[in-house]
């Protein structure tokens, strides 16, 4: 009898070591929070100036620029000291226009500057202008002149206004996660690292389950 209860003994014994051991195998969950640093993007409101343009408005004297001719000769008076200069201004266009010639004049006696007067040509009419130099020519200028015409132009005028811009900011935060660590109770003595359970997995956007749908 007593050899027999020193088995049972030892059964007992050897099965509450074996469930003992299993048990401290088992994993078990438990949740755990720590706090990390967590960075995030943050649209910051700056002020700015900005340069635009503005359409305006404004208005220029244009010439007719009615075509003409002007062809000039001299008519030499050596006796006299003095010659005439002859020109024969034309009006080469289809419209009717009005003209005068400015001329400038240099001779043996001085430089000499007249003005025509204002004469209205007809498309092929003509005008004679004669005019006594003294002196012998040197050289001789002159300028068709017309009257102008008002025209309307349009240029862009720079302007400067104060505006809202965005930038982007880097930023960070403190975020507590909670995670399910899931080890035995062995593994937590022997301080196995956490096993954590993977999250699950971040929900289809509604936009792409409808699009499916459609094809």
Not at 5 to 15: A, E, G, L, N, P
Not at 39 to 56: C, D, I, S, V
Not at 122 to 131: A, L, Y
């Amino acid at each position: 009898m007593n050899h027999k209860k020193f088995i049972d003994r030892w059964v007992i014994i050897y099965s509450s070591f074996i469930l003992i051991l299993v048990a401290i195998n088992i994993p078990f969950i438990t949740m755990e929070s720590n706090t990390v640093k967590e960075l995030y993007t943050e649209q910051e409101p700056y002020t700015t100036t900005e340069t635009y343009f503005e359409k305006e408005t404004y208005i220029e004297n244009v010439p007719l620029n009615i075509k003409t001719t002007l062809d000039w000769h001299i008519s030499d008076r050596l006796i006299k000291d003095e010659f005439d200069l002859i020109a024969t201004l034309k009006n080469i266009d289809t419209v009717t226009g009005e003209f005068w010639v400015q001329f400038h004049v240099e001779s043996t006696k001085g430089s000499f500057d007249f003005t025509t007067n204002r004469t209205v040509l007809k498309p092929g009419e003509s005008h004679q202008i004669n005019q006594k130099i003294d002196g012998v020519l040197s050289y001789v200028t002159y300028k068709i002149n017309q009257p102008t015409q008002e025209i309307e132009k349009y240029r862009d005028i720079s302007k400067e206004r104060t505006v809202t811009g965005y930038r982007p900011i880097e930023k960070s935060r403190d975020v507590i996660q909670v995670k399910k660590n899931k080890l035995s109770l062995l593994q937590r003595i022997l301080k196995y690292p956490p096993n954590y359970e993977p999250e699950p997995p971040l929900p289809k956007p509604m936009e792409s389950i409808s699009d499916e749908m459609e094809e």
